[in-house]
């Protein structure tokens, strides 16, 4: 059988901030069917490969490649305090993209947001204003909103930062299940129980792929695993 091709070309991507390269020749392909986890130290620069990842920064040189459609989670969203927007708008905006013009939910929709609170463990906060929710339940209903948009790529900046133990399980049960119904996950993150449970980690050390490892099971190049 013929591997997949990848969801994610970089080849030879260059970053410059002014005088500082925050990547140098990354070349990297990025699989469906996986959770890959980008590690590293500080300034390392993941949270630029992250963006070069989702097409939200133009590298200075090298090209990028993706097949289908992307969602990104970000670690915080700018949401004012003034804006009444509650949990269930912040995950409905998931939909938005499948939705037509006037963005008037179907009952697809409607099903999918409710499918999403409630596999984030959110569902009782849905008429809750998302500025009264705790870090790690916005970072839940952000989740929700990237799960409900059923994208083929799957971006999120250090999901499980500051979160206790149950809602970092919780954020790595979901990601899993992402990639297992076939989408490529990709992850920025310094946690390592996020790390322990990676089908893959790619290390970036200043700006360059230090480390490219697969978990046990999981087979290159296209990571299909021998066992799930
Ligand atoms: N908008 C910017 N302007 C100038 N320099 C930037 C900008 N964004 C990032 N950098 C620099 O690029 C390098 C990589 O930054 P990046 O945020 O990608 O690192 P990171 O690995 O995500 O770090 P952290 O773990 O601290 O989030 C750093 O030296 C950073 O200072």
Same mark, same amino acid.
């Given at each position: 059988m013929p591997a997949s091709p990848p969801a994610v070309q970089l080849r030879d991507i260059r970053v410059d901030f002014g005088a500082r390269a925050a990547l140098r020749d990354?070349? $990297?392909?990025?699989?469906?069917?996986?959770? @890959?986890?980008?590690?590293?130290?500080? &300034?390392?620069?993941?949270? @630029?490969?992250?963006?070069?990842?989702?097409?939200?920064?133009?590298?200075?040189?090298?090209?990028?490649?993706?097949? &289908?459609? @992307?969602?990104?989670?970000?670690?915080?969203?700018?949401?004012?305090? $003034?804006?009444?927007?509650?949990?269930?708008?912040?995950?409905?905006?998931? @939909?938005?993209?499948? $939705? &037509?013009?006037?963005?008037?939910?179907?009952a697809a929709a409607r099903a999918a947001v409710d499918e999403a609170l409630h596999r984030l463990g959110i569902a009782d906060l849905r008429r809750r204003p998302y500025v009264a929710l705790s870090g790690g339940q916005r970072q839940r209903a952000l989740l929700a909103q990237g799960v409900v948009a059923r994208a083929d790529l799957l971006l999120l900046d250090e999901p499980t930062t500051g979160l206790d133990a149950t809602s970092g399980a919780r954020i790595r049960a979901v990601m899993a299940e992402e990639a297992a119904r076939g989408a490529a996950v990709v992850c920025v993150s310094h946690d390592p129980a996020v790390l322990a449970a990676a089908d893959r980690v790619v290390t970036l050390a200043d700006g360059e792929v230090a480390?490219?490892? $697969?978990?046990?099971?999981?087979?290159?190049?296209?990571?299909?695993?021998t066992a799930r």
């Open positions: 990354v070349t $990297l392909d990025l699989y469906a069917d996986a959770v @890959t986890v980008v590690a590293g130290p500080n &300034g390392a620069g993941k949270s @630029t490969l992250l963006e070069v990842v989702a097409g939200t920064r133009v590298p200075t040189r090298g090209s990028r490649s993706t097949r &289908g459609t @992307t969602a990104f989670v970000p670690q915080r969203a700018g949401v004012s305090d $003034l804006l009444p927007i509650t949990v269930h708008d912040v995950v409905a905006v998931g @939909t938005w993209g499948r $939705l &037509g013009a006037w963005r008037r939910a179907d480390g490219d490892t $697969l978990a046990a099971g999981v087979v290159a190049p296209a990571l299909r695993k």
